[in-house]
């Protein structure tokens, strides 16, 4: 599968976030992720491995009761079943691969 950059698609998940899959198979789905200042993801846990890369923004990403403050460039990684919870600073960008497959993300 491939795919050209496209400012269409994009899905609101809940307030002040939208995403857009991008490409996906068998086994990981790649998604951009836009965040609002302000918005924020309460705390979840899913069976997917979700893995991600801030683009832009900064946030406050907790696992499992840690705290982490994310800036541009940095990186983390979910294990699936693991609860986890953000906050957003200002607007944000990221990448974010799920394995497996969020099918929920593809039927929206």
């Known amino acids: 599968m491939f795919s050209k950059k496209d400012t269409e698609g994009y899905r609101e998940i809940t307030d002040g976030i939208k995403m857009k899959p991008l490409v996906h198979g068998s086994k990981s789905l790649l998604t951009e992720i836009v965040f609002e200042k302000d918005s924020s993801i309460e ?5 997917h491995e979700q893995t991600g890369y801030l683009i832009s923004g900064s946030f406050k990403l907790t696992i499992e009761g840690e ?3 994310v ?3 940095d990186s983390w990684c ?3 079943g693991t609860e986890h919870s953000a906050k ?3 607007d ?3 990448v974010e691969v ?3 497959v969020r ?6």
């Open 88 to 90: 957003f600073y200002e």
């Open 92 to 94: 944000s960008v990221a």
């Open 67 to 69: 705290n982490y403050q």
């Open 43 to 47: 705390t979840h846990n899913h069976p």
């Open 78 to 80: 979910i294990e699936g």
């Open 103 to 108: 099918e929920e993300y593809l039927n929206m």
């Open 71 to 73: 800036e541009p460039g």
């Open 98 to 100: 799920f394995s497996p």
